[in-house]
């Protein structure tokens, strides 16, 4: 997790009462800011619902092209930061396709494990075994088949979308094997959704990825999506809510060591020494850990804290000093 990740994770944890995140009947202390969700409950089971809807359709486009019996199911659609998708490890046995739109913008792209590659093309290919992860180059016969496959799952996965939700998505010709073909300039977010068999536990058989705002139309039901190629307010909108969270914060005089026997025998009137002397400064602590300290002061007829400096600061120049000496 980055650094950033963590502060927003120490934040959330002194949360006393955040409340809900962006809508997504998320409670923010429990909120995991490393992976985007946007959704409410309601529009992620409309998408889920699409996706089920999806996956029967290629099922039946697959058995009428292959003419095998085939019946797969919908997972559950993930979202990813662009930077951790690109930061993913790909499995080296994977074939896929990049999705464009009219411009030639890529908006995602499909990926078809290898093992089920190499079984729907010995079908194709007449029953032959045949192993197209084991490194050689694809023939032509074997790329164009492998087109066609990209091409089925594409077109029926679509076609169980309203016709006023359905992007205009081309297939790219070059197939990528063992590597995700991704926009590196993109910076939004990606949501993943997988297909895989109903009758055994194995891993996804295809996956189809897109650019979040190409299915949020469906999610959101609001028809055709805009397309945005960066986001430069969402990391403002997580700032703007984080600075919004309430969080518990103490203010520290000092400390003073004492025995039981005294402890029990304070009265009212007794004065304690703390181990700290009127000028010294008093410390800001949030979660346990000191933030900033200050300067006791009044204001307003209520005891206060002026901010002389960060803790940081001072272990900065604690250091310096240390070195120095």
Not at 131 to 147: F, N, R
Not at 310 to 325: E, F, K, L, P, Y
Request: with cysteine; charged share 20%.
């Amino acid at each position: 997790m980055s650094e950033q990740s963590d502060i927003i994770q120490t934040l959330l944890s002194s949360t006393e009462a955040g409340g809900e995140v962006f809508g997504s009947g998320i409670e923010a202390a429990e909120y995991d800011w490393a992976s985007p969700k946007y959704l409410t409950p309601k529009q992620i089971e409309r998408l889920k619902t699409f996706i089920a809807e999806a996956a029967e359709g290629v099922s039946k486009a697959l058995e009428q092209f292959l003419r095998i019996e085939i019946t797969l199911a919908g997972g559950e659609p993930t979202h990813h930061f662009s930077e951790a998708f690109q930061a993913e490890e790909v499995e080296s046995n994977s074939f896929s396709a990049a999705l464009v739109d009219s411009q030639g913008t890529a908006l995602g792209f499909i990926t078809l494990a290898g093992q089920a590659v190499n079984e729907w093309m010995a079908k194709l290919l007449g029953g032959s075994q045949i192993d197209l992860t084991d490194g050689t180059e694809l023939s032509p016969v074997e790329q164009a088949l492998m087109m066609d496959l990209f091409s089925v799952v594409n077109q029926s996965f679509w076609n169980s979308a309203p016709q006023a939700f359905r992007p205009n998505l081309n297939l790219e010709k070059t197939i990528y094997k063992g590597q995700f073909p991704l926009d590196p300039e993109f910076l939004g977010t990606y949501c993943r959704m997988n297909l895989a068999p109903t009758d055994a536990e194995d891993k996804p058989v295809a996956s189809l990825v897109l650019i979040s705002d190409v299915i949020q139309a469906i999610a959101c039901n609001k028809g055709q999506a805009v397309i945005r190629q960066k986001h430069p307010d969402d990391k403002a909108l997580i700032q703007a809510h984080v600075e919004n969270i309430i969080t518990l914060t103490s203010v520290s005089l000092g400390t003073a060591h004492i025995s039981m026997r005294d402890l029990a025998s304070l009265q009212t009137g007794d004065v304690l020494l703390i181990n700290k002397r009127v000028e010294e400064p008093v410390e800001l602590l949030m979660d346990g850990e000191i933030i900033f300290v200050g300067s006791a002061v009044q204001s307003g007829g209520r005891c206060a804290i002026q901010i002389t400096a960060s803790a940081d600061a001072i272990g900065s120049a604690d250091d310096a000093n240390n070195t120095q000496n």
